[in-house]
């Protein structure tokens, strides 16, 4: 049976008719009150953005659910989990001030902010899945031990994922530190042709796993790495690189699997919406912002996570690029524009897999509003 995605353009002309008016009518339509109850501890799950970052969610969209959770009786939180990597956002202190720089202020969301792995990423607990890459995730416990949960997401490109929708903010977005590094499993190589021996690997890696051998030559401690990539960033030969490429089905796989740990809780609990918006080419993670590679499209909602992401790729899909983007040649209608922006990514795979784990349908109805 088909899941109902539904759907609100990005075109208005009517004072009555813009994004916020649009918000409330979908979350109506796609059935919220029949998700959070009276005095639910509801999450509203986002991304706040990496500092640099200007792409990341409106504050005055996550109003709308803010408030439409409270009318219902429920209790909301905005959250998300800290980073693996050092950034803006690897702690709670610093994730914070990021969220308020960014206009997530009680003021303004009428909500308060918490960073649902704790100070550090140790506020976690482990839910058992059974699925063929783990046995059990772990999984941020703010959001566990949520009642209902709204996840709200920027939907754009992703260099490993190929997309980043309501699936890839389930899976890492719900995962401490732990959970990331054990859907990334990295694994790094150095050319060691490339490698003129500078040491700044060494100096940025937090965990002591890239050093300057006798030879030299920079090494990566696969035993010690954590996968923040710190020492791809800084490498000015970019002599250190990921081996992803080659086991990105298997990253997907263990993605996918995360996304549906993190709900295994909630059946009937969870409201998703994608933004088809500012659809860059990377994620909010990274500190910039990339021109969109399509005009905006819409919001869709929907209670099934796997349904809404395929219609939002297949919306992506059936536009043509824009000029001046990332995509070095122009693709019309019908091309995969995030594979067109990162050749190497199977993006589709956490949709098949999805299906296959039970996470939700592909099969899906839109019903525009």
């Given at each position: 049976?088909?899941?109902?995605?539904?759907?609100?353009?990005?075109?208005?002309?009517?004072?009555?008719?813009?994004?916020?008016?649009?918000i409330?009518?979908?979350?109506?339509?796609?059935?919220?009150?029949?998700?959070?109850?009276?005095?639910?501890?509801?999450?509203?799950?986002?991304?706040?953005?990496?500092h640099?970052?200007?792409?990341?969610?409106?504050?005055?969209?996550v109003?709308?659910?803010?408030?439409a959770?409270?009318?219902?009786?429920?209790?909301?939180?905005l959250?998300?989990?800290?980073?693996?990597?050092?950034?803006?956002?690897?702690?709670?202190?610093?994730?914070?001030?990021?969220?308020?720089?960014?206009?997530?202020?009680?003021?303004?969301?009428?909500?308060?902010?918490?960073?649902?792995?704790?100070?550090?990423?140790?506020?976690?607990?482990?839910?058992?899945?059974?699925?063929k890459?783990?046995?059990?995730?772990?999984?941020?416990?703010?959001?566990?031990?949520?009642?209902?949960?709204?996840?709200?997401?920027?939907?754009?490109g992703?260099?490993?994922?190929?997309?980043?929708?309501?699936?890839k903010?389930?899976?890492?977005?719900?995962?401490?530190?732990?959970?990331?590094?054990?859907?990334h499993?990295?694994?790094?190589?150095?050319?060691?042709?490339?490698?003129?021996?500078?040491?700044?690997?060494?100096?940025?890696?937090?965990?002591?796993?890239?050093?300057?051998?006798?030879?030299?030559?920079?090494?990566?401690?696969?035993?010690?790495?954590?996968?923040?990539?710190?020492?791809?960033?800084?490498?000015?030969?970019?002599?250190v690189?990921?081996?992803?490429?080659?086991?990105?089905?298997?990253?997907?796989?263990?993605?996918?699997?995360?996304?549906?740990?993190?709900?295994?809780?909630?059946?009937?609990?969870?409201?998703?919406?994608?933004?088809?918006?500012?659809?860059?080419?990377?994620c909010?993670?990274?500190?910039?912002?990339d021109?969109?590679?399509?005009?905006?499209?819409?919001?869709?909602?929907?209670?099934?996570?796997?349904?809404?992401?395929?219609?939002?790729?297949?919306?992506?899909?059936?536009?043509?690029?824009?000029?001046?983007?990332?995509?070095?040649?122009?693709?019309?209608?019908?091309?995969?524009?995030?594979?067109?922006?990162?050749?190497?990514?199977?993006?589709?795979?956490?949709?098949?897999?999805?299906?296959?784990?039970?996470?939700?349908s592909?099969?899906?109805?839109?019903?525009?509003?």
């Amino acid at each position: 049976m088909a899941s109902k995605v539904y759907f609100a353009s990005a075109r208005t002309r009517s004072h009555t008719d813009n994004k916020i008016a649009k918000i409330r009518r979908l979350a109506e339509a796609a059935g919220l009150a029949g998700i959070v109850a009276k005095g639910d501890l509801a999450a509203v799950k986002l991304h706040f953005g990496e500092h640099g970052n200007d792409t990341h969610l409106k504050p005055v969209y996550v109003r709308q659910i803010v408030d439409a959770v409270r009318e219902l009786g429920g209790k909301p939180f905005l959250t998300d989990t800290n980073t693996l990597y050092s950034g803006s956002r690897i702690n709670a202190v610093d994730h914070l001030l990021t969220a308020f720089e960014h206009g997530f202020a009680y003021s303004v969301v009428n909500a308060p902010v918490i960073i649902a792995d704790g100070l550090k990423g140790g506020n976690a607990v482990q839910v058992a899945i059974d699925r063929k890459r783990f046995s059990e995730v772990t999984i941020a416990r703010d959001v566990h031990d949520a009642d209902a949960m709204v996840v709200m997401t920027h939907f754009k490109g992703h260099m490993i994922a190929g997309f980043g929708g309501s699936i890839k903010n389930l899976a890492m977005g719900c995962a401490p530190g732990k959970g990331k590094l054990a859907q990334h499993s990295p694994r790094l190589t150095v050319d060691k042709d490339k490698c003129i021996g500078c040491g700044l690997c060494q100096e940025v890696c937090p965990a002591g796993a890239a050093k300057v051998g006798d030879d030299g030559k920079c090494f990566v401690s696969p035993e010690l790495c954590i996968g923040c990539f710190e020492c791809c960033t800084v490498c000015p030969e970019k002599a250190v690189a990921p081996e992803w490429f080659r086991d990105v089905p298997e990253f997907m796989e263990r993605m996918t699997e995360y996304a549906y740990g993190a709900v295994r809780n909630k059946a009937g609990k969870v409201l998703y919406l994608n933004f088809l918006e500012n659809i860059t080419p990377d994620c909010d993670c990274v500190p910039w912002s990339d021109t969109a590679m399509v005009a905006d499209i819409g919001i869709l909602a929907s209670t099934d996570p796997v349904a809404i992401d395929k219609a939002s790729y297949d919306l992506v899909t059936g536009q043509a690029s824009l000029a001046g983007c990332k995509l070095e040649q122009p693709a019309g209608p019908g091309v995969d524009k995030f594979k067109a922006a990162w050749e190497h990514t199977q993006g589709l795979i956490q949709i098949t897999y999805g299906v296959e784990i039970g996470l939700g349908s592909a099969d899906y109805e839109i019903v525009e509003i």
